[in-house]
């Protein structure tokens, strides 16, 4: 057999192997475009609006109306947490503001003077958590107000608003324009 009838061959075995790998892929894709709506309902960045947040250890649903939920390794999350703490005031912390972890807490979190819990996965769940540092505004019933990522205490403001709780003007955060 010739050189050229051998790479005819392996071009011909090559094109056939690629033919099955983009079939594989197109099969794939269908099977995703089939699951997308309900995947997509299932994790939109508003979280479960009405969505009642199971019972939080050590944590009074009626009287904490903003939760944070966040984790121990996410920068962004530490960095919401300095900004919680030199930006709102330490009674509006105290009062309405509850920090939720998945597994193990940050060890700083207790300095910012919220409640802090450890294990609340089922809380993470129930809210449709996408990102995190992710907050919830709850209403008086317990049930999700509202809910998106933050990034920053700026974006906790229409969190707050929506908790109905009303803050002092000492304790507003200076949005950028």
């Known amino acids: 057999m010739s050189f050229t009838a051998s790479a005819l061959i392996l ?12 079939a594989g892929l ?7 475009q089939r699951d997308l709506p309900t995947a997509a309902a299932r994790r939109t960045p508003q ?4 969505a009642v947040v ?11 109306r903003l939760l944070l939920l966040l984790d121990a390794d996410c ?3 530490a960095g919401l947490l300095a900004g ?7 009674r509006v912390v105290r009062d309405h503001i509850a920090l939720l972890y998945a597994d193990v807490t940050d060890p700083t979190a207790a300095e910012v003077g919220a409640p802090v819990v450890a294990g609340a996965d089922d809380v993470f769940t129930a809210v449709g958590a996408t990102a995190l ?13 509202a809910a998106t990522p933050v990034g920053g205490v700026s974006q906790l403001l ?13 304790a507003r955060p200076e949005v950028a324009q």
């Open 11 to 22: 071009t011909w075995v090559a094109l056939l192997l690629l033919g099955l790998v983009v």
């Open 26 to 32: 197109v099969r794939q894709v269908h099977a995703l």
């Open 47 to 50: 979280g479960r609006i009405g």
């Open 54 to 64: 199971p019972p939080i250890h050590g944590i009074d649903t009626a009287r904490v």
């Open 75 to 77: 920068s962004a999350c």
């Open 84 to 90: 919680v703490r030199t930006t709102l005031s330490s």
């Open 133 to 145: 540092p992710y907050g919830v505004a709850l209403d008086a019933d317990g049930r999700v107000a």
């Open 158 to 170: 229409p969190l707050i608003a929506a908790a109905g709780l009303d803050l002092p003007d000492h």
